[in-house]
């Protein structure tokens, strides 16, 4: 187990159907720490680079306008496991095959409308940070901490 930083964003139906705060209150009562937040509509480049490993799929055109149809809340969360956890959080990618008490479990019904993106594993975190945060993330110590983690 250690402190990561994992990359999620609330896709545009997500943002539309009002369910930012209970998304944001997920990843915040669970524990994690926001590092970076920002409400973009991406362009069509920059998400193409996003999902470059699904370029080959025959829903990527219909993916690549989904996201850029309308503000996304793009932002990194950070502690302890954050990337399987942030997963975890989300469900399963067909929200028919998410539980319940997951958010794309709670919240959606189509995979192609499952109202929030997390990274897969660090390395893609990491890329996907820079990706969506060139100018980096921010540093603190929320004063929650010691009442979260037993041990740094
Ligand atoms: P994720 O990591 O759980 O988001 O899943 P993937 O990386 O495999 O796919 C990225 C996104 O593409 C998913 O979150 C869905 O929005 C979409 N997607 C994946 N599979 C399908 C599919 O079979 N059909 C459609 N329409 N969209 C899909
Ligand atoms: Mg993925």
Redesign the pocket.
Known sequence: MSTEQTFIAI?PDGVQRGLISPIIGRFENRGFKLVAISLVTPTKEHLEKH?E??KE???FP??IS??GSGPICAMVWEGRDAVKTG?TL?G???PLASAPGTIRGDFAL?????VC??S?SVENAKKEIAHWFPNGVVSWKASQFDWIYEKA
């Not at 189509?110 to 499952?114: A, F, I, M, Q, S």
Request: aromatic share 12%; glycine share 12%; net charge positive.
């Open positions: 896709k999902y490993d699904l799929k025959a829903f219909g993916l989904y996201m997963r989300l399963a990618t067909n189509d995979v192609g409308r499952n993106h997390g897969d």
